[in-house]
C-alpha cells in the first residue's frame, strides 16, 4: 500500500482522530458524528478485527508511513526488550523525520519528510536525507547552513508554541539533539496501541 496523499481532513474525520494532533482538521474543536461525503455517514459498531484495523490506520496515517514501512517498524519493535507497543510507538517517534517535525521545523510530518529528502538536515554533522533513518539517542539534528534562512521553517518555529521533552532545539542556533526515547505518557493518549499488537500478533508469527 502507497503512503497517504490526499487529505488528512477527510482521514480524521473517518476515524475520529486528529491525524495531526492538533485538532486542526476539526471546525470550532469539535469533532464530527459523520464520516466524510455530501451527507455524510453513519458510523456503525465496528467488530473486533475491525476495531483493531480502525487502531491501525489511525497510526499510520498519524506518521504518514507506508503499510509496508510500518509493519518492518512492528517487527523490528517486536525483537526489543520491554512492552512491545510501547517500543513500536518509540521506533515511530525515533524516525528521522518525526523528530525534525517535533523540534518545530516543520508544521505537518509532511512537511518534515520533504525538509529530509531535500537534503537540508545534517545529522551528527552529515548530511542524511532519508526521513525513515531511525536516530539514537544522542543524535545531533541541525539545520544546513545553506538551509538555515528557510522561509517555511522560520514560520513553523514561529508557530511553534513548543516542543516534547524528548528532543531539544535552539532556534538560534537551528541545532537540536535527541534527548530520550519517549516516555508513553508522553506520547498521544488516544492511541491504544494494545490493539494494534493484537492485529499484527494474528498476522505475524
Request: net charge positive.
Amino acid at each position: 500500500m502507497s503512503r497517504f496523499t490526499g487529505s488528512t481532513f477527510k482521514k480524521a474525520r473517518r476515524y475520529g482522530f486528529s491525524i495531526r494532533e492538533d485538532g486542526k482538521e476539526f471546525s470550532k474543536g469539535k469533532k464530527r458524528t459523520t464520516a466524510p461525503g455530501q451527507h455524510g455517514a453513519r458510523r456503525v459498531k465496528l467488530s473486533e478485527y475491525g476495531t483493531q484495523l480502525h487502531e491501525k490506520q489511525k497510526l499510520r496515517f498519524m506518521y504518514g508511513i507506508t503499510e509496508r514501512q510500518f509493519r518492518n517498524t512492528y517487527i523490528k519493535a517486536k525483537k526489543e526488550k520491554g512492552v512491545i507497543g510501547t517500543a513500536f510507538l518509540q521506533r515511530l517517534e525515533s524516525r528521522l523525520d518525526n523528530i525534525v517535525y517535533r523540534m518545530g521545523l516543520a508544521m505537518t510530518r509532511q512537511g518534515a519528510r520533504q525538509i529530509v529528502a531535500h537534503g537540508h538536515i545534517l545529522v551528527n554533522g552529515k548530511k542524511l536525507d532519508i526521513p525513515s533513518h531511525i536516530l539514537t539517542v544522542g543524535d545531533k539534528i541541525s539545520v544546513r547552513e545553506k538551509s538555515i534562512k528557510s522561509v517555511k521553517m522560520k514560520e513553523a518555529l514561529g508557530a511553534n508554541v513548543s516542543t516534547v521533552k524528548f528532543v531539544e532545539f535552539d532556534k538560534t542556533k537551528m541545532a537540536g539533539k535527541f534527548k530520550s526515547l519517549p516516555e508513553r505518557s508522553e506520547l498521544n493518549q488516544e492511541i491504544n496501541e494494545a490493539l494494534i499488537v493484537e492485529w499484527y500478533n494474528r498476522l505475524i508469527k
